[in-house]
């Protein structure tokens, strides 16, 4: 075959959904979502795969070793279901507490999240599955992300933002996945000062750099920007219609040879790549993984860990211990093991022997569209007793062209996967199902979809809403999933069948999505865990989210808990001081409750061995080995960037310019109720020197030692950070080290010559002396050295 680039334009669209073209001599490659594991093309519940912590959880590890050796798991389980590339990890960040996507971040801070995205890239790439680090950039936020403008000057994204995706480039990631916002006033997928003068340009990346699933906008732009690649294919943007550019003089053919060729050599590179060992025990890591991101804040009278000789009678209250949140509700979304152990049944496992556990929900939890808990109205033969029974119906008949049992309140299709030949004519989408009311009252039925939408109770319609969707806004009503709702009155022990109903117009995707609320729950439910809480020695409150509090498109209203569950911790601490909260929770959170328990620990969403690693960290048996990767402010007004509204225009300014997160409230004075970078564990540390060697120019390394004061091992987290003239503190290294009981322990850290340059039209040295500072977070460092 020809290898002019006019001949390959095929290889700059998918193929479909997921995959890219394939032509002689170059194969198709199959990508997929992931950045807690490989998530299903189809967004299908029956697809299981193994769910890691989120990115939150392993940035509060601060531990590369193990972020590469989880990100190998993800490469297993991607090479199990021939996935070739994942579009992960995500390194955008938290830059406000209210990021809707913040639980894939590694956090705030740029260093952080580009060096444990690197040692996850690694760890994936190890197993001969190519990573696409996204989204580039400025996509740390939701509202209106399709369109918002991200106004950043020039110093701080190149120190802030687009740093992690400068080390993701060094690590050598196959390909870059371009964010669907704008950027100084261009779409990022437009941008060519983005994506060719700095990422192909000065960064030399020579990967691919592809859109976010249809956020391509215009042929000429994106190819006279630098775009490789259009996703999903065929010929959206790209394709035949680049090379219909290229032909008719509008895009040079060199731009063609260069997408086509970094599309080509990824293929190639893919193929190529060396496979490591794989992660010999893959559950015992991500207990691993989980316990090391578990932050612990608060430990009053060393009420952890849980020592049944003191410790009688347990009580576990809180809607997260049977039901934990451990991951976001995005296209991302894992279907879970169903061996999944909760942590309620965990730490039953644990103390059941040694202690009376008692258990109370309290209150329920808040979702925002409630699960479902049906019998199918049909018995297809696949011998599901769960779910609903889906079929799809043309527009005017009666006669199902497909029937399927689904066992989830969240239906997505996309046009070009299996099955999905329906969705190009005009047609019907109907899920129908038994549920029985376990209380009498009024019940909240929730519908949604891609169309007009209606729900019949035992078959008389109660509620129709929606309408036709064009195709332009089909995807943002898809990724909002907002519902709408109507009351009725059920009975208890009484069956009745539910239909939900889509009637869609052809489109690239669609979706249904539904859900029951029960009346509100009696007191008696409340009163029930106080009287639990009263004869307990212990009360461990698992407080926290749901698994749609984080969503895609959608940015969160505030920072505190639920109010039923700040009702909670009031109503307890009334009849029992001794509470531990450990809240289930993925981003910075209002904590202006503290004071009214003894414990706090932060364990993120966790992933799938949520249940034991919170066992045997309650027991002992491990430590909470994580750090916070996000500062905790003591009021919201002192976050250097909060509201995510964008104004007028669509203009969402970064007014901190480059000072995220800690480094915003430094220079505004603003004391954190939890600095960056604080936790600890059981074991206590004492930090005794440190010195510096080497001349910034090239970068210096920082030696010192840590004495482990405990009688027991445990993890210690050097962290440092470098103040230049305006004494605003930066991480620029740190390390997990464990450290036998009594023993004193040498570490090196490495300080790169970027830690002391600024930007100012290039890298250049920053002005003013410098101090290395060496400590435990942001705020509490001990040691400084002077240098330069």
Known sequence: MSTHPLDLAALTSGRDMWSTAALPGIRSIMMADGPMGIASGRVDERDVAVLTPCGTALGASFDADLVARVGAIVGMEARRLGVDAVLAPNLNLQRSPLCGRAFELYGEDPFLAGHLGAAWISGLQGQGVGSVAKHLVCNDSETDRDSMNAVASDRALHE?????????????????????????????????????????GDWGFAGFIVSDWFGGRDTLRSAQAGLDLDMPGPDRVLGTKFAAAVRDGQVPLERLADATGRVANAVARIDALPRQAPVANPDATLVEAA??????????????????????????????????????????????????????????????????????????????????????????????????????LPADGETPVHAETRDTNSLTWFVGLPGTDALKQPGRIRAT?????????????????????????????????????????????????????????????????LRFELTYSPARAQGLWYGVRGPDLPDAMLARAVAAAAKADLVLLMLGETADAGVESKDRAGTALPSAQIDLIDRIRHVNTNIVAICNVAHAFDLSWQDKVRGLMITWYPGEQYGPALAQVLAGDREPGGRLPLSIAARDADYPAFDLKPQAGGAVPYREGHLIGYKGMQAAGA????????????????????AVAGELAHGVTVSGRIRNLSDRPGKAVPQLYVAGADNVRHLWAFAAVTVAAGETLSFTLSVPARAFQTWDGGWTNATGPHHILVGWNSVDLPIQLPVG
């Not at 992690?164 to 000062?193: I, S």
Request: charged letters at 20%.
């Open 291 to 392: 316990a090391a991101g578990f932050v612990l804040l608060k430990n009053d009278g060393d009420v952890l860990p849980v020592l049944p000789k003191r410790v009688r009678r347990i009580a576990i209250i809180g809607p997260n211990a049977a039901s934990p949140c451990l991951q976001g509700g995005t296209f991302a979304k894992i279907a879970v093991r169903p061996d999944f152990i909760t942590p309620l049944q965990a730490i039953r496992d644990r103390f059941g022997d040694k202690c009376e556990v008692l258990y109370e929900q309290g209150v329920e939890p808040e979702y925002r569209l409630p699960p479902i808990s049906a019998t199918p109205a049909r018995d297809l033969g696949d011998g599901a007793t769960r779910g609903l029974t889906v079929e799809w």
């Open 671 to 690: 004391d954190p109720l939890h600095a960056f970078g604080t936790g600890f564990g059981y074991a206590r540390f004492d930090l005794l020197e440190a």
């Open 433 to 497: 199902g038994w549920i029985t009311p376990e209380r009498s009252g009024p019940h909240r039925l929730h519908v949604g979809g891609t169309g007009t939408v209606t729900l019949s109770v035992d078959g008389e319609q109660v509620f129709a809403g929606g309408g036709p969707v064009s195709p332009s806004d089909l995807m943002g009503i898809l990724k909002g999933g907002d519902s709408q709702s109507v009351i009725v009155d059920l009975k208890a022990g009484q069956p009745v069948l």
């Open 160 to 200: 802030g933002y687009l740093l992690p995706f400068e080390m993701a480039a060094a690590a050598g990631c196959v390909g870059m996945l371009a964010a669907y916002n704008r950027l100084n006033g261009d779409y990022c997928v437009e941008h060519k000062e983005l994506l060719t003068d700095i990422v192909k």
